[in-house]
């Protein structure tokens, strides 16, 4: 049974993404919101509960890519198709609805919310490789699927909780949110080295850059509140390039 507790949370973070999943499907981008960042919660914690333990097992290493493939991966796809549709049509629908309505237009326009599913292949990619990529044991190769899945996934909560009209009007853009689509695309895939955020030991010497980065994190969610989160993500980027983690 101890074996069996990683795999147990790795299995309430695919849970999560599924209520997520059922959720944006409907509209409701602030619940699935709530459930996805439930899910990588608990993805941050398997892998070292498995460590811990002495529970590493390659059934848990495929568990946890296909778990992360529907938390951080359909689920901010389709919050991007909501977010793209409310951009072109001013309004939020079921996705069964705006797919029905797309095929009765003739307008290529109305199928534009789609391109938001590009999330979602980019990242069953990016896990793909990261599954048989051996370099990538304690850094990454290309921004992680959770980190991903953070920055779309923030513009939601910005627009309903922290949203000024100048602000809404500019988020809600399509041409911002395309372009942030496609960004998000390459920044998974892109072979750009960024320092691991999973701990291995709790010990401070070795995971000083995790701790000092992850307490300005916690500062800036406390004093910007949401609007915090897409600065992290940069944040995290620019300080991997400067740092230059290695293979």
Known sequence: ???????????????????????AVSGDLISATFFAFAGIFLDFFDGLVARLLHAQSQVGLQL???ADVVTSGVVPGIVMVQLLSQAFTGANMEITTLFKDSLSQSSWIHFMPFTGLLIAVASGYRLAKFNVD??????FIGLPTPANTLLILSIPLILNFQATPALKTFVLDPWFLIALTLLS???????????GLKFKTWNFKDNALRYVFLMVSVLLLAFVKFMAIPIVIFLYILVSLLWKPKY
């Open 1 to 23: 049974m101890r074996k069996q507790i990683p795999n147990i949370i790795t299995s309430l973070n695919l849970l999560c993404g599924c209520v997520a999943i059922i959720f």
């Open 134 to 139: 051996t370099s990538q044991k304690t850094i």
């Open 185 to 195: 695309c390459v920044l998974l895939n892109a072979k750009l080295p960024l320092f």
């Open 64 to 66: 946890d890519s296909l």
